[in-house]
């Protein structure tokens, strides 16, 4: 099956034409409106496992990253054939890390919680995603299967980690992800 997005009058250009490009933070929110994350990232998973395979990702760690927004783990169906999937590829769960946004993360669901803990029991690495501040709790991320985070820089010297513990990035941060096993 495929999919097409019809683009909006805005983000074509003022003669009509559009050259087919959207910014991500606009498909993603017209993905999101349109109840279309769960298949594209479906649609987006499968392809780079099976590209994977295809480059012999079994044989090596390619540390392929894959996002998953939150809506993915709240459909029911899509959510069991990314598992099923995921579970007959387990020997790809050191080259593939699946991304959830730190938007995504917080406002997840108890369901979506649970189902993000059965992809990290299959073997998979999570990584949190576009990170936008540092209120985190690096514990909990390191208890539920978080292996990764990606952080702009700027985030990191120039953020402030609410924490409680009074830790700022640039003293602490790196050495504290570290001992719980997040990079």
Avoid: W
């Avoid at 054939?81 to 790809?92: I, S, W």
């Avoid at 949190?128 to 208890?143: C, E, F, H, K, Y």
């Amino acid at each position: 099956a495929s999919m097409r997005l019809r683009l909006p009058k805005e983000a074509n250009s003022e003669d009509g034409a559009t050259d087919g490009h959207m910014p991500q933070p606009e498909f993603i929110k017209m993905a999101e409106s349109g109840g279309l994350m769960p298949l594209i990232d479906k649609k987006v998973l499968f392809m780079s496992v099976r590209m994977l395979r295809a480059l012999g990702g079994e044989q090596q760690n390619m540390g392929l990253v894959c996002n998953l927004s939150r809506h993915t783990l709240s459909d029911h169906r899509v959510f069991n054939q990314v598992h099923d999937f995921l579970e007959a590829n387990r020997k790809l769960t050191q080259s593939v890390i699946l991304e959830l946004s730190q938007r995504g993360y917080r406002e997840r669901k108890r369901t979506e919680q649970d189902r993000l803990g059965q992809l990290a029991d299959l073997g998979y690495r999570l990584s949190l995603g576009d990170v936008a501040d540092l209120t985190i709790d690096p514990a909990a991320l390191a208890a539920q299967g978080f292996r990764h985070m990606s952080v702009e820089a700027a985030i990191l010297l120039h953020g402030d980690m609410d924490d409680g513990t009074g830790v700022v990035p640039a003293q602490g941060l790196a050495p504290r992800m570290a001992q719980l096993g997040i990079t």
